[in-house]
């Protein structure tokens, strides 16, 4: 009896306590530099997050050693709510990519909360002579070797990315690796380079002002906020799909009670999202994808993971 009165009272206090949940500023971890979308997407859901539940919400910035930093400070804080991880792709990549990491991506954390998807895309310089995908496919296939595209890196996305294309198209195009995409963005532009593979907000505004074209997007489905741009199974290649995520994730051990509390206001956050949030969103390039729980959002991190490891076995790429 006094043992079951001690459990009770226990879950009792963890009540109280997510009741009160924020009762001081909450860090959320970021992996990358300002500015780009996995910092802007962590500031909409800070913003959010601190008119729906009180208190504060503070986008803190851990760049380098591609998001790895930034996840084990998570990992390795209290599992009080107070320390969480606004993260993205590269969190189930690296994993996947590098020897050693310094925590397990499926034990040391709890998942909250998937919020939104987006694409990656393939662009060309805007002056090149391909208007599609298909374009480059036949041009490759014609002259195998003459072209190539530039990447953020061996073992980066925008490298994996066009390693599967080129497998799933049969054709052989040159790997350019530069330190970092914006120099393999730049280096498109300049013309020095045919292609590449970014993030949907790294591309856009280049689109936008005339420097890049975008010949498709590598989600499932077209976006929204770009309907003339076919996707890369529409352009060829039926099955491709190489998707961008968001999400939220906090310390192993975080408290149901908090880590359901932040799981219902984001799924409310992105459900009905207010209309500068929408705008946001579409910007970005990005779908919310509110109706995962926190059990889903696990399931789906573990898929990730044997999506990557598939990819980067079959790619040959050498682990970090």
């Not at 393939?122 to 208007?131: D, H, I, K």
């Not at 045919?194 to 949907?200: A, E, I, R, T």
């Amino acid at each position: 009896m006094k043992r079951l009165l001690g459990f009770v009272a226990v879950a009792l206090a963890i009540n109280a306590w997510a009741q009160d949940y924020p009762a001081k500023p909450v860090r959320l971890i970021v992996g990358f530099p300002p500015g780009g979308g996995g910092d802007l997407m962590a500031r909409i859901s800070a913003e959010q997050l601190t008119k729906k539940l009180g208190g504060s919400f503070v986008v803190v910035n851990m760049p380098g050693a591609s998001a790895t930093i930034a996840a084990a400070a998570v990992a390795k804080a209290p599992p009080d709510g107070y320390t969480l991880l606004h993260t993205t792709s590269p969190f189930t990549l690296s994993a996947s990519l590098f020897k050693s990491i310094p925590y397990d991506p499926v034990a040391d954390f709890t998942p909250i909360a998937r919020v939104a998807d987006g694409p990656y895309c393939v662009v060309v310089q805007s002056a090149s002579p391909f208007n599609s995908l298909r374009d480059v496919i036949a041009h490759a296939k014609a002259k195998p070797g003459e072209l190539n595209y530039g990447s953020g890196g061996s073992g980066s996305v925008s490298y994996l990315g066009v390693e599967l294309l080129k497998s799933m198209a049969g054709i052989d195009i040159q790997h350019v690796p530069f330190t970092g995409l914006p120099a393999a963005l730049s280096n498109v532009m300049g013309g020095q380079v045919h292609m590449s593979l970014p993030d949907l907000p790294s591309a856009v505004a280049q689109v936008k002002a005339g420097r890049l074209k975008m010949l498709a997007v590598t989600s499932a489905k077209r976006v929204p906020s770009l309907p003339e741009v076919p996707t890369v199974a529409e352009s060829g290649l039926p099955g491709y799909e190489v998707l961008l995520w968001y999400g939220v994730l906090g310390p192993a051990g975080l408290p149901a009670a908090i880590r359901d509390k932040l799981q219902t206001a984001l799924t409310e956050i992105y459900t009905r999202p207010e209309p500068a949030v929408v705008e946001r969103l579409s910007a970005l390039g990005v779908v919310a994808t509110p109706a995962h729980s926190s059990q889903q959002f696990a399931a789906f991190i573990k898929s990730d993971l044997r999506f990557w490891e598939k990819l980067v076995d079959a790619t040959g790429t050498p682990k970090q």
